[in-house]
């Protein structure tokens, strides 16, 4: 009985077969094995296109159990593992500096971008052969999302409705809903109110203009309206002096009645009821 081989290319002896060879045959398949279970091969790659090959019973690329693409490919690399009845799980890390795309047959490929790793499952289904990312799963889109981002010092990562996205500044304010600049926010550096001196603020309807009419205020605004007579007969002192070129004029109530001095000499009393008295000549300068 021939020997017959694995899809992974490990020789199984015939019953009988390799008399006095067999030691080479079972070292070649240990270490066959041991490629597919521990070793890490470079797969240099260069213009478009690539084959990984398993070979039957004898030592080939496509045996590693981790490949390291590297080189420097042309463009995206489209690397073809063959035979396409092997069934193969590759750890791959892509460091060729361009996409590679992993395929077998028509049943669908998996495109690795540089710089990431990957873990892909070859079902070795002949001519429909599939080549699935079977780690594509161990991170959600959104925590992927969010490691291909490019750790900018000053960024923010911030939801924009469908992925995330980093932002920086302003955008990051309005992506929070806040309307103010950072230069605006920025006014508020060293403000020491607390929240309740703050929220003294909370209610006021006053318009700038209105507010701007306190401008230039030195001291107590009651105080100073305190101060002023107010526009009332009942807070008009009850007394007033003129002071004239020799002698004063004096304008005082007493009672009700009004009294007229000039000096010391009263000169006329009016009283509530209209009457007018005079001491002394009085010279009418027409009507009044």
């Given at each position: ?136 799963n161990f991170v959600t889109s959104t925590l992927s999302a969010i490691g291909a981002l490019t750790p900018t010092d000053g960024n923010f990562i911030v939801g924009d409705g469908s ?24 006014t508020m550096d060293g403000i020491t109110s607390t929240t309740a001196e703050l929220n003294v603020l909370d209610g006021i309807t006053a318009t700038t203009t209105e507010l701007n ?6 001291s107590n605004i009651q105080t100073q309206l305190d101060a002023k007579a107010a526009n009332s007969a009942a807070s008009i002192a009850t007394s007033i002096s003129l002071t004239g ?44």
């Amino acid at each position: 009985m021939p020997s017959t081989y694995t899809t992974a290319g490990i020789e199984l002896i015939g019953d009988g077969e390799q008399s006095g060879s067999w030691g080479d045959t079972t070292n070649t398949n240990l270490e066959i094995i041991d490629r597919l279970t521990s070793q890490a091969g470079t797969i240099s790659l260069a213009g478009t296109t690539h084959t990984l090959s398993l070979s039957d019973g004898t030592l080939s690329d496509g045996q590693y159990a981790v490949l390291v693409f590297g080189g420097a490919p042309s463009g995206t690399n489209t690397v073809t593992i063959s035979p396409n009845d092997a069934k193969r799980v590759f750890i791959v890390k892509n460091s060729s500096g361009a996409s590679v795309v992993l395929t077998q047959g028509s049943g669908g490929n998996v495109t690795v971008t540089n710089g990431k790793t990957a873990i892909v499952y070859c079902d070795g289904q002949g001519a429909s052969a599939a080549v699935v990312n079977v780690s594509e799963n161990f991170v959600t889109s959104t925590l992927s999302a969010i490691g291909a981002l490019t750790p900018t010092d000053g960024n923010f990562i911030v939801g924009d409705g469908s992925t995330w996205v980093a932002e920086s500044g302003n955008t990051v304010l309005n992506s929070l809903g806040v309307t103010a600049t950072a230069v605006e926010l920025n006014t508020m550096d060293g403000i020491t109110s607390t929240t309740a001196e703050l929220n003294v603020l909370d209610g006021i309807t006053a318009t700038t203009t209105e507010l701007n009419y306190t401008d230039g205020v030195t001291s107590n605004i009651q105080t100073q309206l305190d101060a002023k007579a107010a526009n009332s007969a009942a807070s008009i002192a009850t007394s007033i002096s003129l002071t004239g070129a020799t002698n004063t004029w004096q304008f005082a109530l007493s009672g009700n009645d009004l009294i007229i001095k000039y000096g010391s000499t009263t000169l006329a009393k009016l009283d509530t009821s209209g009457n007018l008295t005079v001491a002394g000549d009085v010279t009418a300068f027409g009507s009044l």
